[in-house]
């Protein structure tokens, strides 16, 4: 069996378990994906190699686990054939299992994925003419039982380790096949930034071009694992995708913006959904702890923010909710009283079973869409994609037990005192 002992994160800001980064299996051999290479180092001198070739061992290793994306020590032809069985003696290289991969008629793909204590967390993949997004989850469920969102309703929840984070990533690198087979076309340590804005990077025919942090859970409730899983994501010399490709979404935990933007460096989106104290108290429970003005702020001071990299506002179409042409106004003016580089992502509502609310009419969307535009800011409505296999936005939830309302108010009451 697996070691499935949970750990609790230290400080106030994360009350959410998650499972120890390195849980050896029953065989007793430890799966390296999700370390970093100075862990990768440790584990191999712990293991008796001298601190030169952990060194070296660690850095070849890093190569094949992330950038070329083997899960075989045997594969690793630049490692002396002798030292291969010594590797898979004592390591593994691991994916989530894949419980079920389904395909929706509109292209999107969902996979069903299963930790290796048994919780099951989904993924799903977006193609579009010009790029694929990959949603990627950092949580079983969510402690934040937003109303309007199936995640929020998941009774079980457990932070995802870095390891089943970036392995999502992996995986789906996978199944789309899109493993370099030698060096990406740019040079071990260059700035995959500088390359990007040089216009010279190219995502080269490649179908997975963009990552966004918006599958279950609430990523700055698991920063540290969030942030070990996308450092490999980011680094050259791992799946080198640039932070211009990656999107973060919090609904608005405040206290770690600043830390995301420093740390993490990548963009922001911000589920807004609400204008007002009372809506947004109502559909967004955190609301209750982190207001309106106090997330507009931190927006504001977003490090890396900036009229070429502006911070997406997500806002949910409820019907009779939050979709009024007052509504419109009022956020416009939000925006611009904080003088944020924003641009505005309208979501039609995704239905699930149990809902409470409905989405919004073609109509109405348009004409919050239109006053938004006249104000200045940007504010595409986004085609729900994937409903057919319960792929959208705020669709997913894994069979975990449902839990009643009741239970579910007194949970996020807590989790926003906590
Ligand atoms: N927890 C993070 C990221 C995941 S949710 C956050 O809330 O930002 C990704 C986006 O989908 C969020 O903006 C969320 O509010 C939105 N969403 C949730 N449920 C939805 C639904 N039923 N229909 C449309 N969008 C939904
Ligand atoms: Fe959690 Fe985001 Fe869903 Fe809210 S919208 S319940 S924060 S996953």
Request: glycine residues 8%; hydrophobic residues 40%.
């Amino acid at each position: 069996m697996t070691d499935t002992t949970l750990m609790s994160i230290p400080g106030q800001i994360d009350p959410v378990p998650v499972a120890r980064d390195i849980t050896p299996r029953a065989d007793g051999r430890v799966d390296l994906i999700g370390l970093p290479k100075d862990r990768i180092r440790d584990l191999f001198e712990e293991a008796g190699l001298d601190a030169k070739q952990a060194k070296l061992r660690a850095k070849q290793v890093f190569h094949w686990l992330y950038h070329r994306g083997v899960t075989d020590f045997e594969a690793m032809t630049d490692i002396a054939k002798t030292m291969r069985p010594w590797l898979t003696e004592r390591f593994v290289i691991g994916r989530p299992e894949v419980v079920e991969a389904q395909h929706s008629t509109d292209g999107t793909r969902k996979w069903l994925l299963k930790t290796a204590d048994g919780h099951e967390f989904e993924m799903v993949f977006i193609p579009d003419a010009d790029r694929g997004t990959l949603c990627v989850s950092s949580q079983v469920g969510c402690t934040l039982n937003c109303r309007f969102c199936h995640t929020g309703t998941m009774k079980l929840v457990r932070n995802l380790t870095p390891g089943e984070i970036v392995g999502q990533v992996m995986l789906a690198r996978d199944a789309l096949g899109e493993w370099p087979k030698g060096n990406m076309k740019f040079d071990y340590g260059a700035d995959l930034d500088e390359i990007e804005e040089s216009s010279e990077y190219r995502s080269d025919g490649r179908l997975l071009t963009n990552i966004v942090m918006m599958g279950m859970g609430e990523p700055l409730y698991n920063f540290d694992n969030v942030k070990g899983a996308l450092k490999l994501v980011m680094d050259g010399e791992g799946l080198a995708l640039s932070k211009r490709r990656i999107t973060l979404s919090t609904s608005g935990v405040v206290p770690m913006m600043e830390k995301c933007g420093e740390e993490i460096g990548v963009n922001l989106a911000v589920s807004l959904h609400a204008v007002t104290k009372e809506i947004r108290d109502e559909i967004v429970p955190l609301n209750k702890k982190y207001g309106i003005e106090e997330l507009l702020e931190a927006c504001a001071a977003y490090p890396g923010a900036s009229n070429a990299r502006r911070i997406t506002f997500e806002y949910v179409m409820l019907k009779d909710k939050n979709d009024s042409d007052e509504h419109a106004r009022e956020l416009v003016r939000l925006l611009k009283q904080y003088n944020l580089p924003a641009k505005v992502n309208l979501i039609p509502f995704n239905p699930w079973p149990g809902a409470q609310y409905d989405t919004s009419t073609p109509e109405r969307v348009r004409s919050f869409s239109n006053i938004v535009f006249e104000g200045g800011i940007s504010a595409p409505v986004r085609t729900p994609r994937g409903r057919d296999i319960d792929a959208a936005c705020g669709q997913l939830k894994t069979a975990a037990e449902k839990k009643s309302r009741a239970q579910r108010d007194r949970e996020a009451a807590e989790a926003v005192e906590a």
